[in-house]
């Protein structure tokens, strides 16, 4: 993992291929294997077979149980065993117990971290997320599809509305993003959960991305990272930023003409985040983002191929 980590940060420094094999004492063929991403280390571990039967309803399925204890008597908490007989009874579920009592007990050690308020530094990462909201349309009520994002050390955001959240408007999302002319640049890092349409199987560091969604990420040089499942702390600021996009620019419900509008009006009231200041910040979200752009990757600065 640690040469992993080694190839990509030296190649977004500029080093060539030949250079960091040098540095790093090892094979050329090992960095060209993980210079654009495409191939990780931790494919290699033998996850394969519980993939079979820990699909995304399975996975969604504990996730939503152990949300629910949250919210209960604790002597009225999910057991392993009784997850796993209602993965029997309601989802039909092939798989054996004890892939059941691993996986449980994995997320109960991930929710059950400290929800500490994450420090990130200057150009470090970004996370999304998709939303829904209802608006009217010409006159129609219709529901969108909200693409939300948010720089981690600055705060600023933005919005974008689609029609539908298919792997199509998850890449065109992006690319609009990293063009925005206040965004401008790239992040490090895109920290993402595990939709389908980033993530061809697996979940969180297993994930397995999806061949557009890896071709993209090669192209603009940022890294991948997926949250784990019953882990909504991992991207608790995006999070907060559908809320926020809802309350405030779907409140009322807004009435236009077109999706361009309607994008206008989203990207409007981004703009005017810009002026707020996050509670335990030094400064309003529009200075963090002056210094923050100064951090993110130039748009021209990674080539299409190596």
């Given amino acids: 993992m640690e040469i992993y980590k080694q190839i990509r940060k030296m190649r ?35 996850y394969s077979r519980a993939a079979s039967v820990l699909t ?14 949250t919210h209960s ?3 009225q908490h999910h057991t392993a065993k009784r997850i796993y007989d209602r993965l029997v009874c309601e989802l039909g579920f092939t798989g054996g117990e004890t892939t059941v009592r691993r996986l449980v007990s994995q997320l109960r050690e991930k929710h059950q971290e400290a929800f500490v308020p994450l420090s990130f530094p200057p150009g470090d990462a970004m996370q999304i ?32 509305a ?44 297993h994930a397995r991305k999806q061949a557009g969604y890896a071709a993209l990420a090669a192209h603009y040089g940022f890294e991948a990272i997926f949250c784990n499942p019953a882990s909504g702390n991992e991207k608790g ?32 009231k981004c703009r005017e985040y810009l002026s707020h200041q996050i509670r335990g910040k030094e400064a309003e979200v529009g200075a963090m983002l002056a210094q923050e752009k100064e951090h993110l990757y130039p748009l021209g600065a990674i080539p299409n191929s190596v």
């Fill in 129 to 160: 997320d998709w939303g829904e909201a209802t608006v009217y349309l010409s006159g129609v009520k219709t529901v969108v599809n909200l693409f939300c994002a948010r720089l981690c050390y600055s705060g600023a955001p933005l919005v974008l």
């Fill in 56 to 69: 995304e309803d399975v996975v969604a399925f504990i996730r939503h149980c152990l949300e629910e204890d």
């Fill in 237 to 268: 600021l995006v999070e907060g930023l559908v809320g926020y996009s809802r309350r405030n620019t779907c409140v009322p419900v807004p009435k236009v003409e077109s999706m361009e509008e309607l994008n206008a009006l989203l990207q409007e």
């Fill in 73 to 75: 008597p604790r002597k």
């Fill in 162 to 205: 689609y029609r539908r959240q298919n792997e199509e408007s998850f890449l065109d999302a992006l690319v609009q993003v990293f063009q925005y002319f206040y965004f401008g640049g790239v992040p490090k890092r895109v920290i993402f959960d595990n939709g389908k349409v980033a993530v061809k199987d697996g979940f969180g560091a």
């Fill in 12 to 46: 977004l420094q500029g080093m060539s291929q030949r250079q960091i094999a040098a540095s790093l004492q090892i094979s050329r063929n090992t960095v060209k294997k993980y210079w654009n991403g495409d191939s990780v280390p931790w494919e290699r571990k033998n």
